[in-house]
């Protein structure tokens, strides 16, 4: 019997999924289904079901999430207007706070946002890396911004220290407490492919 490719550890937890290793790969990557599924969830707070809104006043809304996706255009906590995968509406989006969009549209939203966090990784990683270890960074930047937050989480990856990472990850731009169990999170997707975002 040939040997196995891989193998992987069945996790029945809700919200996670744990990548078999293989070969680390050049660039161009793209953010994997896994991923996405990972930011949204960290993003809305659920898979499925209704989420609660916090307002600065203390009053709140509850708002439908459907794959992740916050459905109801609402206002964050500093007052932007925000719909779908913590996409802040632009007024190009022609959407309006308390107006529900469809899955499909806040999916739409979610790809374009990626691909400013897909590209700033794919322009400045000059080493091979595992999907898994790609969409932690994914996750990280689509987080603290695509901007001098990935020039300088693409820095410190690029050093090629593949097993030191994970730590760096756990305080990564983790200016409010709330941050710090995403980063344990993602810390775990880039270290060993688990995709838990059950918090």
């Not at 459905?71 to 925000?82: A, I, K, M, S």
């Amino acid at each position: 019997m040939p040997n196995a490719y891989g193998s992987t550890t069945i996790n029945s937890a809700s919200n996670s999924y744990i990548g078999a290793p293989g070969n680390r790969h050049d660039r161009p990557w793209r953010a994997s289904g896994r991923i996405k599924t990972f930011i949204a969830v960290w993003e809305s707070g659920r898979l499925e079901g209704t989420t609660r809104i916090f307002h600065p006043d203390q009053t709140h809304i509850d708002a439908p999430v459907s794959n992740g996706m916050i459905l109801l255009v609402y206002r964050d906590d500093r007052g932007n207007p925000t719909v779908g995968c913590g996409h802040l509406v632009v007024p190009e989006d022609n959407l309006q706070v308390g107006q529900t969009i469809a899955v499909a549209h806040a999916t739409a939203l979610l790809e374009n946002d990626l691909r400013r966090t897909e590209n700033a990784i794919n322009r400045n990683i000059n080493i091979p890396l595992h999907q898994y270890e790609y969409d932690a960074m994914v996750s990280i930047l689509f987080n603290a911004g695509s901007g001098n937050a990935a020039i300088e989480m693409t820095r410190r990856v690029n050093h090629a220290d593949y097993e030191n990472i994970s730590t760096y990850i756990t305080t990564f731009h983790c200016r409010n407490p709330r941050l710090h169990r995403r980063r344990l999170s993602e810390a775990r997707v880039f270290a060993q492919g688990i995709y838990d975002a059950s918090h």
